[in-house]
């Protein structure tokens, strides 16, 4: 899985393909190439959403066109056809992206599609409703990481749970553009959550990583 | 709750204006068979899940020709959903 550009903007022409689009908003443009992980033939969704839950239990409050969840509440496995199965995993990761920049940027509402191409069939557009670029690239960064983690069978770590309460913290702290005095910032962060300062600049490192200070380069993520 | 899930309407040979249209809270499926189907070549079929149909025009939503398929799905905070589509007390 690898998103090839995120861009961000109104985007008309896809404006009637959901009508909960607000009018107006501007829209997160993430282009997502989705390939099944190397020695994985089938993918286990109902073993990645519960891992899902732990992260982002939200989630659950999901409207989903596919009724993507409900199968996976109940255990029931999804389309093993190749196509279907990666158009799965593309929405699945739009969801994440959903949830994420919801509860970090307390959106009351938030909603998206994902658009599948003709031709390559492995690549998706998600457009979604986006009030804070920044928050849009580093929850599409880290749901895309995350997402693919998971498929490959692992866990989500503590280091994912405390990314997530950073950059809501940060965000309130004062707008993440502005956070060119990180240095400063890493003891205030280390004593009001009780991490150590190693940690906390590994945390900033990682958020780095995932573009949250860099509008323009796409970051550089470990292959997994 | 919207679903769509269809194949790009600039394909579609049938005149499906009456048959196709956004229903909220229900789900829809269309898909053209045709030459590539199982259907025969040139035989031209449309099927969705859903029997509730609107006015509107599936032309009008005028879908980027290069997309093959759209899935939607939204989140809203106060309003508590259940997997099943259920709205809790």
């Known amino acids: 899985m690898e998103i090839k550009e995120i861009s961000y903007g ?29 020695g994985k033939k089938k993918a286990d969704f109902s073993s990645v959403y519960r891992k899902l839950l732990k992260l982002l239990p939200t989630l659950e409050r999901h409207k989903c066109g ?28 739009e969801h994440v992206i959903i949830d994420l920049q919801s509860n970090i940027t307390k959106m009351d509402s938030c909603s998206g599609i994902t ?4 031709n390559p069939e492995h690549r998706f557009d998600l457009f979604i ?45 004062m707008p993440l553009a502005q956070k060119n005095e990180l240095v400063s910032l890493e003891s205030k962060v280390a004593s009001d959550f009780g991490w150590t300062k190693r940690s906390v600049v590994s945390l900033f490192k990682e958020l780095k ?16 | ?14 005149n499906i204006d009456q048959l196709i249209g956004f229903v909220e809270n ?33 032309k009008l939503l005028k879908m980027p020709s ?9 989140f809203e905070k106060d309003q508590k959903m259940v997997l099943g589509g259920k709205l809790l007390p």
């Open chain 1, 10 to 38: 109104e985007f008309p022409d896809i404006f009637g393909l959901n009508k909960r689009f607000k009018p107006g908003g501007k829209k997160l443009k993430v282009v997502l190439d989705v390939f099944m992980p190397e």
């Open chain 1, 66 to 93: 596919e009724n993507l969840f409900k199968d996976l509440k109940n255990h029931h496995e999804l389309s093993s056809e190749k196509v279907e199965e990666i158009t799965h995993i593309a929405h699945l990761v």
């Open chain 1, 115 to 118: 658009c599948g191409y003709k």
């Open chain 1, 129 to 173: 409703e986006c009030r804070d670029e920044e928050v849009g690239r580093f929850s599409s960064f880290f749901a895309a990481n995350l997402v693919k983690r998971l498929l490959l069978g692992k866990n989500p770590v503590k280091g994912d749970f405390r990314i997530i309460e950073l950059v809501k913290y940060l965000r309130g702290q």
């Open chain 1, 209 to 224: 990583n995932f573009g949250l200070w860099d509008s323009r380069a796409l970051p550089n993520l470990p292959t997994l």
């Open chain 2, 1 to 14: 709750m919207n679903k769509l899930h269809w194949k790009n309407p600039g394909d579609l040979k049938t």
């Open chain 2, 26 to 58: 229900s789900t829809l499926r269309s898909e053209l068979s045709g030459s590539k189907t199982k259907g025969g070549e040139g035989e031209e079929k449309l099927s969705h899940s859903t029997s509730k149909v609107e006015d509107q025009n599936l």
């Open chain 2, 66 to 74: 290069k997309y093959a398929t759209i899935l939607t799905c939204s």
